[in-house]
């Protein structure tokens, strides 16, 4: 209970006009050869305001993970914005990270600007409860959307509805359903995916992706006989995706979110908690990715159960034949919500492409180009390169996942990182002079080297460079002609570097 009013006092105390937040639980499996790696765990969901009140914003704990461990945030700024709420905000604590959609607050009226109304009977179809979703509708109809992507595994994540905190005017607090001081906050009963990905046993072969998602654990208040949790419906709809998918994907309309009956995993399964079974309430789907495909996407609809219950234990008494494995009549009850949960798959690895003779070296020793320009290593290394040039060439620069003119490119790696290294080989252009005079050209050439004959009558250029040479007699002298890769009485001459280049420029 104290570490419960604690927390409360950081909402309070944190956020008057913050914001909310969703996150995934997901454990990504040790690295081995040829395996993939949960790269990424975009989650999007539609929730309906159950609360019977007003409310003004939304709150997802995800414990065990750091701000810089959410990429993504759903909703929007300005004009953009795609919910009442705009985006979210991270919000760090001890254990955790709160991501909060909150209501501006007007000190003039007193009031908060935004709020979700008790709902109107506005159907959403599980990912569209926003502003493009719902259109003119969504303002009335009492329900939101929310998502984020992660790239680590929260160990716990809950939901909660913010509301109007009474005794501090321009503040929220959590919803907790009563108005006895001190009353714990009430999660919203939308239960969120669990992802792993179980390696193959052999090199080569693809990874098993599991999802699974557990019921809240909601009991009524305890009797002297065991009582079972609070039971929900439960639709799964699944689809393997060529691409990797983000938040704004997992959105109605988006081929990415499968939504026919003809991709429904699951068509119905009643999840509750059973106090006689430490493995109940969980609903469990897996799926073998192949055929190139590289994210894995699920959609979850919840739904009420108001069939009967057992008034001693409160287990479920579904009615035919009693195996709880579709709604009878009167056992479907209102639309609770969704949830879209994606797991991006990759092989963590760093490919670097040499173009031109040059060596990269880096990746932990791992890189050393061109012996070993491909290697493998865990999601979240950091990862340095450093492109070597030889006499012969200057590097042009990197492209890719690397960029700019500096030999040294450092990043982390958290999937599939391919790197180019350019390097452009350098030729000698050398000047002689007949006769007394001297010549002048421009660019300057590689290494800092410049024409100015007879101070300097030789530079290195890169191959396809183009240099203009002047030739300047000495006073009362005369320019007579060019010999070599130069040619005719011009004093001016223009060439394309392709090779080492000879040249003369006569004077009498």
């Not at 609360?51 to 004009?79: K, M, Y």
């Not at 098993?208 to 909601?218: M, R, S």
């Not at 031109?356 to 290593?377: D, E, P, S, Y």
């Not at 865990?378 to 990197?398: C, D, E, H, Q, R």
């Amino acid at each position: 209970m104290e570490q419960r009013r604690s927390r409360m006092g950081a909402v309070r105390t944190a956020f008057c006009g913050g914001a909310l937040g969703l996150a995934l639980l997901a454990a990504p499996a040790l690295l081995r050869a040829q395996t993939a790696t949960i790269v990424g765990y975009p989650v999007n969901f539609d929730t309906v305001n159950d609360t019977g009140e007003e409310t003004h914003g939304f709150e997802i704990e995800a414990d065990g993970i750091q701000v810089s461990d959410i990429t993504r945030i759903f909703g929007g700024s300005g004009p953009a914005c795609f919910i009442r709420y705009c985006t979210g905000a991270a919000v760090p604590f001890a254990g955790g990270v709160y991501i909060r959609w909150t209501s501006p607050w007007d000190p003039q009226t007193q009031q908060f600007t935004q709020g979700t109304p008790i709902p109107n009977g506005t159907v959403a179809s599980g990912e569209s409860c926003w502003t493009v979703g719902l259109g003119a509708r969504y303002p009335a109809a009492g329900c939101e959307h929310f998502g984020i992507s992660t790239i680590h595994s929260p160990t716990r994540v809950v939901y909660r509805w913010l509301v109007a905190d009474p005794n501090n005017p321009g503040q929220l607090t959590y919803f907790t359903g009563t108005p006895v001081p001190g009353a714990p906050p009430v999660p919203v009963a939308i239960p969120h995916p669990v992802i792993n990905v179980i390696p193959p046993a052999q090199a080569g072969a693809q990874p098993v992706v599991y999802y699974d998602v557990q019921v809240p654990e909601l009991p009524p208040p305890p009797k002297q006989v065991p009582q079972f949790g609070d039971a929900r419906w439960v639709k799964v709809f699944e689809q393997d995706v060529d691409n990797e998918v983000d938040v704004n994907d997992l959105l109605a309309g988006n081929p990415a979110v499968p939504q026919n009956d003809a991709q429904a995993e699951t068509p119905w399964k009643l999840l509750q908690t059973n106090p006689h079974s430490l493995n109940s309430g969980v609903l469990h789907n897996e799926k073998l990715l192949g055929n190139g495909k590289h994210a894995v996407v699920r959609r979850y609809e919840f739904y009420k159960y108001t069939g009967a219950f057992d008034p001693a234990s409160h287990e479920a008494l579904c009615g035919g034949v009693g195996d709880c494995s579709s709604p009878q009549p009167g056992e479907l009850g209102d639309f609770i919500g969704a949830q879209m949960a994606g797991a991006n798959l990759e092989i963590p690895a760093v490919t670097v492409t040499l173009v031109g003779k040059g060596t990269v070296t880096g990746a932990n020793n791992q890189i050393n180009c061109g012996h070993a320009c491909t290697t493998q290593v865990a999601a979240g290394t950091a990862v340095t390169l450093t492109a070597l040039t030889p006499g012969n060439a200057v590097f042009g620069g990197w492209s890719g996942d690397c960029t700019g003119l500096d030999p040294s490119c450092s990043f982390t790696v958290n999937r599939a990182t391919n790197v180019t290294a350019t390097f452009t080989q350098v030729y000698t252009l050398s000047i002689g002079r007949g006769g007394n005079g001297s010549v002048s050209g421009t660019p300057d050439g590689a290494f800092g080297t410049f024409i100015d004959c007879g101070s300097s009558c030789s530079a290195k250029f890169p191959s396809g460079a183009t240099v203009t040479l002047t030739a300047t007699p000495r006073a009362g002298g005369v320019f007579v002609n060019w010999t070599g890769a130069c040619s005719g009485t011009t004093p001016v001459c223009t060439l394309t570097i392709g090779d080492d280049t000879k040249l003369q420029a006569n004077f009498k």
